[in-house]
T-cell receptor
């Protein structure tokens, strides 16, 4: 079955530590992949997409087709990065299939 | 303000009632969606409309009926509400031209008692 997996429900790190939020997908073809973020009391918003290959707020994500992964990374976490992060492939239906989400807690 | 808006923001109602949630976007997008986020923060697609035409209808009970009067609006009507319908419902939209980036509304927290 086609699915996306975020194995960690909660990731807690200290400020300044590196962060990696894992995402693995099992879709045939080449889905377009996104990371969305939901800060406390805010709406879900796009963080970055693999096609643009950009860095947003210090975050990057590399698509590894061999491992079917799209992990989100940041070298030095900040307290304001604390939020729910969702990996979301679009499998061509023009709708996103979200992972279960990872809550990132950055402690001072 | 250009955005995706939803009303109401909070909705508390009793089992068996019928309720509607409204969504509007003024971004000029042609596709709109409804997602359900449960208490464990799982976010699942329910429906999607493109130019007022239903294109995605996941396995959602028939008690849920979306209605799109025009491209800018997608409402969700729920009949005979059940306890398990308690969740946060998010509306979203995406632009034409093949971009699948989605813009989300603030969510409607539905509590069924």
């Amino acid at each position: 079955a086609q699915r996306v997996t975020q194995p960690e429900k909660l990731l807690s790190v200290f400020k300044g530590a590196p962060v990696e939020l894992k995402c693995n997908y099992s879709y045939s073809g080449s889905p377009e992949l996104f990371w969305y973020v939901q800060y406390s009391r805010q709406r879900l918003q796009l963080l970055l997409r693999h096609i643009s290959r950009e860095s947003i707020k210090g975050f990057t994500a590399d698509l590894n087709k061999g491992e079917t992964s799209f992990h989100l990374k940041k070298p030095f976490a900040q307290e304001e990065d604390s939020a729910m992060y969702y990996c979301a492939p679009d499998t061509g239906r023009r709708a996103l299939t979200f992972g279960s989400g990872t809550r990132l807690q950055v402690q001072p | 303000d250009t955005a995706v808006s939803q009303t109401p923001k909070y909705l508390v109602t009793q089992m068996g009632n019928d309720k509607s949630i409204k969504c509007e976007q003024n971004l000029g997008h042609d596709t709109m969606y409804w997602y359900k986020q449960d208490s464990k923060k799982f976010l699942k697609i329910m429906f999607s409309y493109n130019n007022k035409e239903l294109i995605i209808n996941e396995t959602v009970p028939n008690r849920f009926s979306p209605k799109s009067p025009d491209k800018a609006h997608l409402n969700l009507h729920i009949n005979s509400l059940e306890l398990g319908d308690s969740a946060v419902y998010f509306c979203a939209s995406s632009p034409p031209g093949g971009s699948y980036e989605q813009y989300f509304g603030p969510g409607t927290r539905l509590t069924v008692t």
